[in-house]
Every structure is written in C-alpha cells, then in structure tokens.
C-alpha cells in the first residue's frame, strides 16, 4: 500500500467535505447535481483513492503479488 | 538551540507521579463526560425535532432541550475538562504538586454543585414536580428569566473556576520560590494567561447576575436594563468561546508535536500567541451584538476592528502547528512538499483526533470571519449558519480535540490501557464525518435565511429558496450528521467506561510532552511579564466598554424601563399569541 490503512480512513473522511462542498461549488458553474448523482461521484473519488492506495507504487501490481506470495 | 522539555519522572504516568492530583483531574473529566453524554443526545433530539425527522417533544419544550443543551455543553463539558488539563499541566510542567489538594477538591466540589443547581432548575421546565425553570438559553439575558436557583448555581460554577485559576497561580507561585530565575514552563504559562482573561470576562457575567439577574428573579428589583444585561453577558461570551478553545491550542500546541514525533516548533511564538489572546479576547464582545439598536455603529466598527486582530494570534497557531507536525514526519522519514503528510501516525486516534480538529477550526475560521464582518454579519444573524459555524468551534476543535486527548488522558490519570484504539479511531472519523454533513447543512440554511433558536423554522406561507438542493435535503444532511454524531459519541463512551474496567497496565507511555525547536530562552523575558499584559488587556477593556455600557445605561437606565420579563416554560396565554399573530397579520 502506498499509504497506512489509518491514513486511508483519514484521506476518506476529508474527502467527504470535499464532495459535499464540490456540489456547492458546481452549482456556481450552472452543473446542478442531484443527491444521488452526488453519492455516485462520492462513491467514484473514494474508489479512486482505495484503488490508488492499495496499487503498487511501481504500478507492477503482477510482480509485486508474485513477490509478495 | 534545541531543548528537549520533559518531566524529571519521565518514565512514569500522571498518576505515579502525581497520585492525589490524578484523582481530582479523573473526577473533573468523568463530570465533563456526563455532561457530554446528556447535552449530546438532547442535540439529537433538537435536530430530529427541528429537521421534522421524529418528534416525541412538545415545540414548547424545545427550549427546555436547547438550554440544557447549551449550558451542558458549552459551559459543563468544557470547563470541567479544562479544569482537568490545566491541573495536569501545571503540576507536569512545574513537576511539582498542587500547594493543598483538600482546596482543590473544594473548587471542584463547588463547581459540581453549582452545575446541579443549573441543571435541575433547566429540568424544572418538562418536571412538574420541579417548581423551578430555566428556559433561558446558554445566553440567560434578559428579558428571560430563570429561577433563582439558576444563577446560583452558574455563580458557585464560575467561583469554583476561579478557585481553580487561583489554585494553578498558588502552585506556579511556590514553584517560583524554588526557582526564581526560571522562565515560566510553556504549559503553566498557557495555563495562566487564560486565567487571567478567564478573571477579566467573567467580571461581566458576575455583575449581570449578581447586581441585576439574581436580584430580579428574587423579586428584588422589578425590572432590568435587558440590553445592558446582553452587553454584560456578550462581554463575557465571546472570551468564553477562547476559555474553551486554549485548552484545544495547549494540545496542538505541546501534544500534536510529541505524537507526530518532533518538537513543537516556537516556543516563543506560543507564549506570544497566549499573550495575544489575553490581551484580545475580551474587548470584542460587542461584534456578537451588531444587530442590537441601542449601540452605536462607531462602538460596533471598533469591537470589528478588534475582532479581526484575533485572526493574528490564530493564524500564527496554524503556522506554528503545522511546521511542528512537518518536523515530527520528517523526523520519521517523510520527504517532499506534500509527501510528509504520509509520514504522520494515523492510525493513532490521539494525534488524527486533533489534527481532523484543527482542520475543521480551519473552515470554522473563514465562517467566523464573515460573522465577525459588520456588513455581512447582517446576511447571516440569527440564522442557522451561526449554529453551524460553532458546531465546527467548540463542537469540533473544542469536542473533538478534548474526546481525542482523552484516549491519552484517561490511561494516563487511570493507570489503565485503552480499551480499544480501533473504536477509538473510527470514533473520530465518525465525528468529523457527523460533522461536515450537519455543519455544512446548518451554514447553507443559514445563507437562504432560515432562522435558529426554533422548534418550527419552516413558516406558512413561505418558501425558503436554497442556492442549491432543497430545504428537504438540508434537513436530511442535518438529520444524518446529527444521527453520526451521536454515534460518534456512544463509541467515545462506551470506550472510555471499557477503559475504566481494563486491568491496570504497566506498558502506558510516559507523562511526557512536546519539546521545543526554539526554546523559552529565544523569547524576551517580557513576555513572561504577566502583570504587564493584564494591565494592558484591563485598559483595551476600558478602552472598548466603557463608551458603549455608560451609553446604554444612559438611554435605558441602569435598571431598565421596566421590563418585567418572561418565563417561557410556565404557561402560554392564548390571548398573548393571538395579540401576537394580530400584529403580524392585521
């Protein structure tokens, strides 16, 4: 993992306010997201960042896991 | 130069090195928990009530709720766990023990009474078989009245405090007998200094109740000055809201570095941070009253101007936390711009609890700043943004940093493990997570007009107009943070009554805090001249009261034109509210 399991819980808790606030801040660009919308794209950035922090730093996820067995 | 500061008995807890003063500081945080236990589920209440989620109160008890609500929390919870770090600083800081433990006991004991009193006149208002009643709010002015009892109690509260102030001094002053060419320990001198504003503003409130609340409430005098009384009440209450937080600032200051694994970084800045906050906390009060006919513009342009100096000593926290915190990660191997950040100990509860604190204090100031703006205060007064922005103050830099320091504390005067770093991890982020939904929800209301302090904010007739979303959803977002935080708060309790149970552990951390980068001996001597900066902080009050209290006790007289005030909880006279209704809708 490129970050502790603690530091992942945390970076996802910040993320939260980011989310709720990035709606806010589209509605000024006229894009108005509904709530479920909202949940999809909180749902997606989280993902993202699971997937970032548990892929290998080298990208090599095949070598690192025949390694790592 | 670098200086390690660290207690002499460094290889053993609070409570071997300070058996008698452990049990006092454990007794002030377990009454800072019930208070917490009871105040945080009537926020539920509240919000489930206000956001039509579940309603099993009468509207009219509302603020039975909200007053419990906010004396408990904001007065109790805070203050008792303030009196408990500021014991142990003190005594850690100076190594040495408080002059006479049976006087600490006392202001304790007077502090515990003082909050029965308060709380069993609030409870009088949904207890019949309570003839008393207190639906007055955190704010208790006039032209609300409580029962006598009431102010009794909030008297013998705040006189324990002071006792408490006077405890920590007799303690500093002993030890400075004993060493006369020391510089003052960073943790006794954070300690101190808010002792002293702490003795400035609540002069006040000690005036307003003594001279006018209490003596109205007993029949005394037949009416009071009601804008006098919420003067003398905001002199206090805005210094109130930094009483709570410098114990918040003592941990970021001298916890958030040790547990990152460095050194706070100034120790001169600090202490001239704590200075600033002496001199600077009181004479703003009058920014909580921009609204208030009956004080002039001038008088409310400098209290702003005042307020917004407060920013300095605030952002030089941030700065001075932060670099501490960088220094820590570096130390454990972090590199880059941004990659230290990854260095740093999230998995301990301790250390992310006030780091997440600090962060929402971050967006609590930028909504405190718009608050403390003359102009555009006006957009959001009295509106649910107000409620959202100190649900980030004292909700979250305050609550969070105090629930966070526990999980150290607790083991610490105890003697026993935590019970559970896990539950106490996902404690923390469950309250942050609370939080952003309820705040955020509460500041967007706030902006489209909804009103606070009210059982029933959606009026007939008439359509909030939310930028974003609808009324609906913030409701929702509110009732959802509400419910996660009281989630937030039984995993903190259940974890705290666990740890009680443990077994006794000989495996607990030392009683040990930060050391500094830049030690005291980088800082003028001047600035440990305390005698010095409350004089200058007792002239920026005069300098800032005086003008507008001889103003209003001018226009309104000292006793008022005859306000004979309202018990809200007692009775409602039906012709009243029609009388009312008749002069909004002729």
């Given at each position: 993992?490129?970050?502790?399991?603690?530091?992942?819980?945390?970076?996802?808790?910040?993320?939260?306010?980011?989310?709720?606030?990035?709606?806010?801040?589209?509605?000024?660009?006229?894009?108005?997201?509904?709530?479920?919308?909202?949940?999809?794209?909180?749902?997606?950035?989280?993902?993202?960042?699971?997937?970032?922090?548990?892929?290998?730093?080298?990208?090599?996820?095949?070598?690192?896991?025949?390694?790592?067995? | 130069?670098?200086?390690?500061?660290?207690?002499?008995?460094?290889?053993?807890?609070?409570?071997?090195?300070?058996?008698?003063?452990?049990?006092?500081?454990?007794?002030?945080?377990?009454?800072?928990?019930?208070?917490?236990?009871?105040?945080?589920?009537?926020?539920?209440?509240?919000?489930?009530?206000?956001?039509?989620?579940?309603?099993?109160?009468?509207?009219?008890?509302?603020?039975?709720?909200?007053?419990?609500?906010?004396?408990?929390?904001?007065?109790?919870?805070?203050?008792?766990?303030?009196?408990?770090?500021?014991?142990?600083?003190?005594?850690?800081?100076?190594?040495?023990?408080?002059?006479?433990?049976?006087?600490?006991?006392?202001?304790?004991?007077?502090?515990?009474?003082?909050?029965?009193?308060?709380?069993?006149?609030?409870?009088?208002?949904?207890?019949?078989?309570?003839?008393?009643?207190?639906?007055?709010?955190?704010?208790?002015?006039?032209?609300?009245?409580?029962?006598?009892?009431?102010?009794?109690?909030?008297?013998?509260?705040?006189?324990?405090?002071?006792?408490?102030?006077?405890?920590?001094?007799?303690?500093?002053?002993?030890?400075?007998?004993?060493?006369?060419?020391?510089?003052?320990?960073?943790?006794?001198?954070?300690?101190?200094?808010?002792?002293?504003?702490?003795?400035?503003?609540?002069?006040?409130?000690?005036?307003?109740?003594?001279?006018?609340?209490?003596?109205?409430?007993?029949?005394?005098?037949?009416?009071?000055n009601p804008l006098l009384?919420r003067t003398?009440?905001?002199?206090?209450?805005?210094?109130?809201?930094?009483?709570?937080?410098?114990?918040?600032?003592?941990?970021?200051?001298?916890?958030?570095?040790?547990?990152?694994?460095?050194?706070?970084?100034?120790?001169?800045?600090?202490?001239?941070?704590?200075?600033?906050?002496?001199?600077?906390?009181?004479?703003?009060?009058?920014?909580?009253q921009?609204?208030d006919p009956g004080i002039a513009?001038?008088?409310?342009?400098?209290?702003?101007?005042?307020?917004?100096?407060?920013?300095?000593?605030?952002?030089?926290?941030?700065?001075?936390?932060?670099?501490?915190?960088?220094?820590?990660?570096?130390?454990?191997?972090?590199?880059?711009?941004?990659?230290?950040?990854?260095?740093?100990?999230?998995?301990?509860?301790?250390?992310?609890?006030?780091?997440?604190?600090?962060?929402?204090?971050?967006?609590?100031?930028?909504?405190?700043?718009?608050?403390?703006?003359?102009?555009?205060?006006?957009?959001?007064?009295?509106?649910?943004?107000?409620?959202?922005?100190?649900?980030?103050?004292?909700?979250?830099?305050?609550?969070?940093?105090?629930?966070?320091?526990?999980?150290?504390?607790?083991?610490?005067?105890?003697?026993?493990?935590?019970?559970?770093?896990?539950?106490?991890?996902?404690?923390?982020?469950?309250?942050?997570?609370?939080?952003?939904?309820?705040?955020?929800?509460?500041?967007?209301?706030?902006?489209?007009?909804?009103?606070?302090?009210?059982?029933?904010?959606?009026?007939?007739?008439?359509?909030?107009?939310?930028?974003?979303?609808?009324?609906?959803?913030?409701?929702?977002?509110?009732?959802?943070?509400?419910?996660?935080?009281?989630?937030?708060?039984?995993?903190?309790?259940?974890?705290?009554?666990?740890?009680?149970?443990?077994?006794?552990?000989?495996?607990?951390?030392?009683?040990?805090?930060?050391?500094?980068?830049?030690?005291?001996?980088?800082?003028?001597?001047?600035?440990?001249?305390?005698?010095?900066?409350?004089?200058?902080?007792?002239?920026?009050?005069?300098?800032?009261?005086?003008?507008p209290?001889?103003s209003i006790?001018?226009s309104g007289?000292?006793?008022?034109?005859?306000?004979?005030?309202?018990?809200?909880?007692?009775?409602?006279?039906?012709?009243?509210?029609?009388?009312?209704?008749?002069?909004?809708?002729?």
């Amino acid at each position: 993992m490129r970050i502790s399991k603690g530091a992942l819980l945390v970076v996802i808790a910040v993320l939260i306010p980011f989310v709720v606030e990035f709606r806010t801040a589209l509605s000024w660009f006229g894009i108005e997201l509904s709530v479920l919308e909202s949940l999809v794209l909180g749902g997606a950035a989280i993902l993202a960042v699971v997937l970032w922090a548990v892929w290998p730093p080298n990208g090599n996820a095949e070598a690192e896991l025949s390694g790592s067995r | 130069m670098e200086v390690t500061r660290m207690s002499s008995t460094a290889s053993r807890t609070y409570l071997d090195q300070f058996p008698a003063e452990a049990k006092v500081i454990k007794a002030a945080f377990w009454s800072s928990f019930m208070a917490l236990a009871i105040g945080g589920l009537l926020g539920l209440v509240q919000a489930l009530h206000r956001t039509d989620v579940l309603r099993f109160i009468d509207s009219a008890d509302y603020y039975t709720v909200l007053t419990a609500h906010g004396i408990l929390l904001a007065i109790t919870f805070t203050i008792f766990f303030l009196v408990g770090i500021f014991t142990w600083a003190v005594t850690t800081s100076l190594d040495r023990g408080v002059v006479d433990i049976r006087f600490t006991w006392a202001w304790y004991i007077m502090m515990v009474v003082g909050t029965i009193l308060v709380g069993v006149s609030i409870l009088g208002g949904v207890v019949d078989a309570i003839p008393m009643y207190a639906d007055v709010l955190f704010t208790f002015y006039a032209p609300l009245q409580a029962h006598p009892a009431f102010y009794v109690g909030l008297v013998l509260f705040v006189v324990g405090s002071w006792l408490a102030g006077a405890d920590w001094f007799r303690t500093w002053w002993a030890w400075r007998k004993e060493n006369p060419d020391e510089r003052i320990p960073l943790p006794t001198f954070m300690a101190l200094t808010t002792t002293l504003f702490w003795y400035l503003c609540t002069l006040g409130v000690a005036l307003s109740i003594l001279v006018f609340l209490l003596p109205w409430s007993l029949g005394i005098v037949d009416s009071v000055n009601p804008l006098l009384t919420r003067t003398l009440f905001w002199y206090f209450g805005h210094a109130v809201v930094y009483f709570w937080l410098m114990p918040a600032y003592m941990m970021w200051y001298i916890m958030l570095p040790k547990l990152s694994g460095g050194k706070l970084f100034s120790d001169p800045l600090a202490r001239v941070v704590f200075v600033l906050f002496l001199l600077l906390s009181t004479p703003v009060g009058i920014h909580h009253q921009y609204l208030d006919p009956g004080i002039a513009e001038g008088y409310k342009f400098i209290a702003m101007t005042n307020t917004m100096f407060l920013l300095l000593p605030s952002l030089l926290t941030a700065f001075t936390v932060v670099a501490s915190m960088e220094h820590g990660a570096r130390q454990r191997g972090g590199t880059g711009y941004l990659g230290w950040l990854k260095a740093l100990p999230w998995r301990d509860p301790v250390f992310t609890g006030m780091a997440l604190a600090g962060l929402m204090f971050a967006a609590a100031g930028f909504s405190g700043m718009i608050n403390a703006g003359m102009n555009i205060n006006y957009l959001v007064h009295n509106s649910w943004w107000v409620v959202g922005h100190f649900h980030l103050t004292v909700g979250t830099a305050v609550a969070l940093t105090f629930m966070a320091a526990a999980y150290w504390f607790i083991p610490q005067v105890t003697g026993k493990e935590l019970w559970s770093r896990q539950l106490a991890l996902g404690q923390v982020l469950v309250w942050f997570v609370g939080m952003t939904f309820m705040s955020n929800a509460m500041h967007r209301a706030g902006l489209f007009g909804m009103p606070r302090r009210t059982a029933e904010p959606q009026y007939q007739g008439f359509n909030f107009d939310p930028a974003v979303g609808t009324v609906g959803e913030i409701n929702a977002q509110v009732a959802l943070g509400a419910v996660l935080l009281t989630v937030a708060l039984a995993m903190f309790l259940l974890n705290m009554v666990l740890t009680s149970f443990n077994d006794d552990s000989d495996s607990l951390p030392a009683n040990t805090y930060a050391g500094t980068l830049s030690g005291p001996e980088d800082s003028p001597a001047v600035l440990d001249n305390l005698k010095l900066w409350t004089a200058i902080a007792v002239v920026l009050v005069i300098v800032g009261y005086t003008l507008p209290l001889a103003s209003i006790v001018e226009s309104g007289g000292l006793f008022g034109p005859d306000i004979g005030g309202f018990q809200l909880a007692i009775e409602t006279d039906p012709a009243l509210v029609l009388e009312s209704v008749r002069e909004v809708m002729p």
